[in-house]
């Protein structure tokens, strides 16, 4: 192994397996323009009637959006059928009043033009949809034929596209932009607006980021006016929209006057109303359950198999082929880095124990680890051996062979809220359906005999007493065997102490520590730095 391994150029097995939710930052709503519709044809000038009235019109309508509780005006002025205007300003269901009514007034520079951007100067009918509020007039009564609107649908794609499976990206944003339709169309009924977002347990690959994305953002709005019906069939059209116009991109938007809707990778809306009164809608937060784990995974099975293999090699390394025998006491997903071709590494020897050879087993006052990964005995009675980093590495072996982290909520149930990794892989194993316990997404590329070896050496190192796990010279053994038909059959797993037994673990193995015998053993009893080397 290689000394002072570099931290900055290695992944962790901990951040490629069980990656966390991303933490998101709520960015504050601005006001740029992303897509206007201002077909020539009809004009006015600009000393005409209309264009005051539409002056008049346009700064009622802002001022009356921004009062409203729903942010959402509709008006007409005019009475000459030439002069007669009709407008509509609607303002994204999560930014307060005083917002609203700032992204109003920009409006008119993109309506009327200010010699830069004049692409609706002079025209009569003009939908400007800016990224916190949109506004439409037109000489014609549009207010009365809300469903015909939808007809003019616009497109704002993002130039960041999904490089991997992009069909599979396109299908979660359109299952979370369905589920927040039916959220703004029937629940929502005051403000006809949703947002939320998806979390996906693989993620994706986009070009802008070598990181996996997990969280797709999505918002959807109708104005506030309409009947559930309606609002959901607006929606309904602009996701087929979405999906055949958008696909491939990683955010987009789709607008039409009456309902709008919005995807993107990054947290684009407000998490929390800032204006109390006027905000309804808290994001919704929808989760892919863990049936609906989906599969891009970047760790195949024989990445996943070598990664066992060199961790099992790197411990037997410690425990018997150095000069001294050190224990790692910490062994676990996040302390086995892996470099560019997915070699692991063993890091981390903070609290790693020089150790007798002559002795297999000593006691220790100060019990220090990672619960979830600490052999019973260690974490309650401060026991030392090299079993108890062959413990750790049966949780990280099972960790591996499952992708899901031994303590993974996924476990726990309603019955069993304790439950584990390491309960559940040893139920199915008593079931007589050890491959239950394998990561699904691994299903048609993993050989069984290897899957069922990893489970079944895993299950044998997590046994309860330290005298029945293997060494790791065993399992290095049973690892370059052909298949595990010989080895032995794994007694129950030592339940390790997940959440519900933290505190009684550390209670009893704080009293013991007082009474703690230290004893005459060759134990280095400083913790050391250590360098391994080739
Ligand atoms: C508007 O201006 C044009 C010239 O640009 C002029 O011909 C027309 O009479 C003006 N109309 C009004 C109502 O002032
Ligand atoms: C704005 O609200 C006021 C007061 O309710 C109303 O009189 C006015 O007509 C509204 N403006 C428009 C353009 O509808
Ligand atoms: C016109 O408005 C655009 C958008 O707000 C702005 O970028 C530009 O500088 C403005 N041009 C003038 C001449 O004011
Ligand atoms: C999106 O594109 C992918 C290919 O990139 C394709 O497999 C998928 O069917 C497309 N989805 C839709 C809804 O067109
Ligand atoms: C939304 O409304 C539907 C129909 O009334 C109801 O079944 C559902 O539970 C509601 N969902 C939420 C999240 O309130």
Redesign the pocket.
Known sequence: MAAGISMATMISVFNLLLLTLLRVRSVSATFSIMNFDCPKGSSYSLNSTYHSNVVT?LS??S??AS?SPVGF?????GAATSDQVW?LALCRGDISGSTCASCLKVAPVYAFGNGTVDYCRGVKDVSIYLDSCLLRFSGKDFLASPEEVANQVLYSRSDVTVTVNPGRFMELTADLIGKLSDYAAANNSALRYAAGVMTSSDGFKTASSHQNVRDIFGLVQCTPDQAPEACNRCLDRLRGDMLAELNGTAGGQVHAVWCNLRFEIFHFYESTPNDIPRKMAMPVHFSLTSAEKRCQSLLDWDTRYRIICGTARGLLYLHEDSQIKILHRDLKASNVLLDADMNPKISDFGIARLFSSEKTSTLTSQVVGTLGYMAPEYAVRGHLSVKLDVYSFGVLVLEIVAGRRNTDTWFQSEDDESGTLLTYAWDQWSKGTPLEAMDSCLNCQAPESEVLKCVHLGLLCVQEKPADRPTMMDVLVMLHGHSSASFPAPSKPAFAFAYNDLSSALALSESRSRHAETSGYAVCERDVNIRVQD
């Not at 005006?73 to 002025?77: N, R, V």
């Open positions: 019109l009622s309508l001022a009356n009062r005006a509709t008006g007409t002025l407008g």
